[in-house]
């Protein structure tokens, strides 16, 4: 099936640090969502994009959809406390032929905030 | 507030009962999802509902996996002769079906077969 691969698996940084992770596949996606998720709740939805080379920003956070449609690009500036978390890009793959609405996740990067 | 809830949190089970969750979407959405997640991986799509039609299962969802959503509104799915590989988060999400792609999830349900 289609995988969704994220990179980096895990990152430390400190506090007020830039931030940037990635999402590629091998094959094309027509939407491509970001989620945030804290240990013991669900995704929280940050971001969705749904054009080749569209960027788009939520607060502090910036998500591009690559002009190969194969991957996706999350940004965060000056980063904070809260933070710390799992994110996920997830994308709705090909089944069947047509479009599916059960989306496809990645397995997230760890992010981790040092004081 | 108003976003999804699902019911109970946790349940600790031993292999061969049967448990059932409960999920509460947003109220204004006709779609409803369950995915499954274990330790280390994203969230993997089981089946999902529109309005009470189901109609998509992942080949994931065994046939000791059923899922039901008789009235539109909430959804439960109940797992039975539960084994210890069951164990995982089951989460529950909501959307339009004109926006289907941006689902909203529940807290989850975390299952553990003893």
């Known amino acids: 099936g289609q995988q969704l691969n994220q990179s980096p698996q895990s990152m430390f940084i400190q506090e007020g640090e830039d931030v940037s992770m990635n999402c590629t596949s091998s094959s094309i996606f027509n939407t491509w969502l970001w989620y945030k998720q804290d240990p013991g709740e669900g995704p929280v939805l940050l971001i969705a994009?749904?054009?080749?080379?569209e960027l788009t920003s939520n607060g502090r956070l910036t998500a591009q959809f690559g002009i190969t449609r194969k991957d996706s690009f999350l940004n965060i500036s000056a980063s904070i406390p809260s933070d710390v978390g799992i994110y996920f890009c997830?994308?709705?793959?090909?089944?069947?032929?047509?479009?599916?609405?059960?989306?496809?996740f990645g397995k997230g990067t760890h992010l981790i905030i040092q004081p | 507030d108003t976003g999804v809830s699902q019911d109970p949190r946790h349940k600790i089970t031993k292999r061969g009962q049967n448990v059932t969750f409960r999920c509460d979407p947003i109220?204004?959405?006709?779609?409803l999802y369950w995915y499954r997640q274990t330790l280390g991986q994203g969230p993997e799509f089981l089946t999902y509902?529109?309005?009470?039609?189901?109609?998509?299962k992942s080949r994931l969802l065994s046939d000791r996996f059923s899922a039901e959503r008789p009235k539109g509104s909430f959804s439960t799915l109940e797992i039975q002769r539960t084994e210890q590989g069951d164990s995982a988060m089951y989460l529950c999400?909501?959307?339009?079906?004109?926006?289907?792609?941006?689902?909203?999830f529940g807290p989850g349900t975390r299952l553990t077969v003893t």
């Open positions: 509902f529109q309005n009470e039609a189901q109609l998509e």
């Open positions: 109220s204004e959405h006709n779609r």
């Open positions: 999400a909501s959307s339009l079906v004109s926006n289907s792609y941006e689902q909203y």
């Open positions: 994009l749904y054009k080749a080379g």
């Open positions: 997830a994308g709705p793959p090909k089944r069947n032929g047509g479009g599916a609405d059960g989306l496809t």
